[in-house]
Nanobody, 125 residues
């Protein structure tokens, strides 16, 4: 099993920044690509960003492209999501996810095998 623990969420004003972290533990040897998803109240969970095992491939939802940046430190088993120029519509619970896919940065929920509990991000206007 793999455990994922997110941190770094909170309340921020529009235009501000937050950095989310996701620490992986357990059998991390069979997890490769990592992703971030988010779910706002009354909405489906949606893709935000993903990164390949090497970090050489990243993928972003159109709604966050140019504002968010995903990165990873494999030595620390940690993936990060730097969120800049935050907007009220970014308000959601943000989930970290781990995938067994080695190449690429998958955008689909079904490609991910393990999920964290989520961290709340609230952006006030």
């Amino acid at each position: 099993q793999v455990q994922l623990v997110e941190s770094g969420g909170g309340l921020v004003q529009a235009g501000g920044s937050l950095r989310l972290s996701c620490a992986a533990s357990g059998r991390t040897s069979n997890t490769y690509a990592m992703g971030w998803f988010r779910q706002a109240p009354g909405k489906e969970r949606e893709f935000v960003a993903a990164i390949s095992w090497s970090g050489g491939t990243t993928s972003y939802a159109d709604s966050v492209k140019g504002r968010f940046s995903i990165s990873r430190d494999n030595a620390k088993n940690t993936v990060y999501l730097q969120m800049n120029s935050l907007k009220p519509e970014d308000t959601a619970v943000y989930y970290c996810a781990a995938s067994g896919i080695y190449f690429g940065a998958p955008r689909t929920r079904t490609n991910y095998d393990y999920w964290g509990q989520g961290t709340q991000v609230t952006v006030s206007s």
